[in-house]
């Protein structure tokens, strides 16, 4: 019997021995290169504060991107806690804004927002923010049109995850933990007006693609805005040759035909590497002689540099003058 007691006894330890050994978490994650996978670069996030993470989550959080009504994407792995969901972590790092400014993602939420509250109500996620969200920020020119696509970002960054199809933004006003409400005004819909905002569902209108990069660029050739057009164009091409530089850039799109319109045919084909893509244009430009003329067919080459941008050889080809 006394034997039967300290085997139970040494199980009991060594159980106990193999649980706590199960405590220590882990919270680093690897970077990635960029474009190893997916649309954007990928960023190692580690949990604020202490706590054991219980795994880790790839996300994809949208930014703002070259001052444009567009959402771009940065992937993220998130390392979890007991303390933090990974939509907590999505919001916070919109809060925080992006780290690479430089490649054209920007801020939209003003840097002293806190998160007040997430939970799932209703079938829906709803996120209070505190009051300073609805703070004007000049310095990053965030008002209420900046605070439309702010809401925009979180909704589309939360949803993209598949769990909730619909996400509410509320707002502490009185700082009590309440949140309340925007009115459309408030919130930069002001198509609503003073209506209450509802619970928002994806909004793929804002999202960053291969053709809105296109329509982007070329619509900044029509234009005459080189400056957004250079801040299309891939750094590096498809071969390996480097982006001139900004004047010789800017003289090389000065020189092409004068853009008068242009139109997508056939959709956009992408190589099986995901890294390279092809759009058909029809373009419609000014000839030497000042006349009016079509160019039917052209192709356009894209390179993946975490977003899609236009291969700077490649356009001016399609728009040279001849």
Same mark, same amino acid.
């Given at each position: 019997?006394?034997?039967?007691?300290?085997?139970?006894?040494?199980?009991?330890?060594?159980?106990?021995?193999?649980?706590?050994?199960?405590?220590?978490?882990?919270?680093?994650?690897?970077?990635?290169?960029?474009?190893?996978?997916?649309?954007?670069?990928?960023?190692?996030?580690?949990?604020?504060?202490?706590?054991?993470?219980?795994?880790?989550?790839?996300?994809?959080?949208?930014?703002?991107?070259?001052?444009?009504?567009?959402?771009?994407?940065?992937?993220?792995?998130?390392?979890?806690?007991?303390?933090?969901?990974?939509?907590?972590?999505?919001?916070?790092?919109?809060?925080?804004?992006?780290?690479?400014?430089?490649?054209?993602?920007?801020?939209?939420?003003?840097?002293?927002?806190?998160?007040?509250?997430?939970?799932?109500?209703?079938?829906?996620?709803?996120?209070?923010?505190?009051?300073?969200?609805?703070?004007?920020?000049?310095?990053?020119?965030?008002? &209420?049109?900046?605070?439309? +696509?702010?809401?925009? *970002? #979180?909704? !589309?960054? %939360? $949803?993209?995850?598949?769990?909730?199809? @619909?996400?509410?933004?509320?707002?502490?006003?009185?700082?009590?933990?309440?949140?309340?409400?925007?009115?459309?005004?408030?919130?930069?819909?002001?198509?609503?007006?003073?209506?209450?905002?509802?619970?928002?569902?994806?909004?793929?209108?804002?999202?960053?693609?291969?053709?809105?990069?296109?329509?982007?660029?070329?619509?900044?050739?029509?234009?005459?805005?080189?400056?957004?057009?250079?801040?299309?164009?891939?750094?590096?091409?498809?071969?390996?040759?480097?982006?001139?530089?900004?004047?010789?850039?800017?003289?090389?799109? &000065?020189?092409?035909?004068? +853009?008068?319109?242009? *139109? #997508?045919? !056939?959709? %956009? $084909?992408?190589?099986?590497?995901?890294? @390279?893509?092809?759009?058909?244009?029809?373009?419609?430009?000014?000839?030497?002689?000042?006349?009016?003329?079509?160019?039917?067919?052209?192709?356009?080459?894209?390179?993946?540099?975490?977003?899609?941008?236009?291969?700077?050889?490649?356009?001016?080809?399609?728009?040279?003058?001849?």
């Amino acid at each position: 019997m006394k034997n039967r007691l300290r085997f139970a006894s040494l199980l009991i330890a060594a159980l106990l021995l193999v649980l706590s050994g199960c405590t220590a978490g882990f919270y680093g994650v690897e970077e990635r290169e960029a474009g190893d996978e997916g649309y954007g670069s990928v960023r190692a996030v580690l949990p604020s504060g202490e706590g054991t993470a219980s795994g880790r989550i790839p996300a994809t959080v949208y930014f703002r991107y070259l001052d444009q009504e567009l959402l771009a994407p940065v992937d993220y792995e998130f390392s979890l806690s007991a303390l933090s969901t990974v939509e907590e972590m999505i919001v916070q790092r919109l809060i925080d804004g992006p780290e690479d400014p430089g490649l054209g993602f920007g801020r939209l939420f003003n840097p002293d927002t806190r998160i007040v509250q997430i939970k799932e109500q209703n079938g829906y996620l709803s996120v209070t923010l505190s009051q300073e969200f609805l703070a004007d920020y000049e310095d990053m020119g965030l008002d &209420a049109s900046a605070r439309r +696509l702010a809401i925009l *970002s #979180l909704v !589309d960054s %939360i $949803t993209e995850l598949g769990q909730y199809s @619909r996400v509410l933004v509320l707002v502490d006003r009185q700082g009590n933990g309440t949140g309340s409400r925007l009115t459309g005004n408030e919130a930069g819909f002001t198509e609503l007006g003073v209506r209450a905002l509802e619970p928002l569902s994806r909004d793929a209108s804002v999202l960053l693609t291969a053709q809105k990069v296109v329509q982007t660029a070329l619509q900044a050739m029509v234009d005459r805005d080189f400056s957004t057009v250079e801040s299309c164009l891939a750094r590096s091409d498809f071969d390996g040759s480097a982006l001139p530089d900004s004047r010789t850039v800017q003289d090389g799109l &000065a020189a092409c035909s004068s +853009l008068i319109s242009f *139109s #997508l045919r !056939d959709g %956009i $084909t992408v190589s099986a590497d995901g890294q @390279r893509a092809t759009a058909t244009l029809d373009y419609s430009y000014v000839d030497p002689t000042g006349l009016p003329t079509e160019r039917l067919s052209v192709p356009l080459r894209l390179v993946r540099e975490n977003v899609w941008k236009v291969s700077y050889a490649s356009l001016l080809a399609g728009l040279s003058q001849r």
